[in-house]
């Protein structure tokens, strides 16, 4: 046997001058256990930002976007409507630079995500689901305009392609610098992280093939209906593809404006429906196999990357985007199956030993 070797660490040579310092330079990890034979697979864990999602990325910027151009003043009030990541991630911003920030939401969406805003000092003002996502951004504008706040308008800045074009696709040109990358795989909510990652692929890597990935219960790329917009952008209307589905964070009830710029200028190469059900197998499967927690949209990723890596031919690079942690499920359908209390199995592990039993 070789000599023992202990893993060891170094620190990161720095000191960070805050918290929105850490966001970015996420890491790139290889998938063994569940990749097939000779594929390489590889997923960007955007759980290592702060706040514990790729949206991270886009609330910092748009409140620096807006601080440099002067729409947003300091003490300003900022509202936004989210599903959550978005919301965090401005909460996290916001407190760091001291801003008051209200978040407007749809009821549907996770608990955890209500409470972890309101720790990090936002206020969450909920909309009925049945009004869908509009519901939610009418009322953030609504309130933007009432109260004279800066609405973050994260479906329509130029703040949010923008920071994916200058950090996550440099990241991964960075990562796979010198190696072979044939294929990226990433849904979209907003479409920010693939306008950002195809600006800079298609011009660097034009030999990688982009795969958009959509919920496939709510199609609306695929469908080929254009969406119907009114000022700035701003969905008209909800998109007639839509129905509702479990895979958060992705594909509102409308084609944003933000993912339009990729579809406009043949941002994707493939899209590939997958289903709600499918995400959430996968995402336990990372977990489970691989020790990599992430949310449904990213098991729904990491499905479709299973499945062009089951037909890729050997020496294929794959990388799916993995746009969050699974802890932000803990009450949601992917962690429905995991029990509190003991199951046969565990209360037979107890019961084999005499010390320590419950009950
Ligand atoms: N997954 C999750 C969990 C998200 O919160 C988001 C952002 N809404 C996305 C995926 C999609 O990212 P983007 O908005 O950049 O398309």
Redesign the pocket.
Known sequence: MDAMTIRSTRGRRRLYDSILDTVGDTPAIRVNNLAPEGVRLYVKAEAFNPGA???DRLALNIIEAAEQSGTLSPGQTVVEAT????GIGLAMVCAQKGYPLVVTMADSFSVERRRLMRMLGAKVVLTPRAEKGTGMYLKAVELAEKHGWFLARQFETAANADIHEATTAREIIGDFAGDRLDYVVT????????AGLSRVLRKERPETRIILAEPANAALVGSGIVQARGAGGAPAESHPAFTPHPI???TPDFIPLVLQEALDNGGYDDLIPVAGGDGIAWARKLAAREGILT?V?GGASFAVAMQIAEQAPSGTVILAML??TGERYLTTPLFENIPEDMDDAELALSLSTPGYRMG
């Open positions: 999602s790729i949206k599903s959550g990541n978005t849904g979209y909510g907003t479409g920010g992280t693939v958060q964070g992705w949310g949209s746009p969050d």
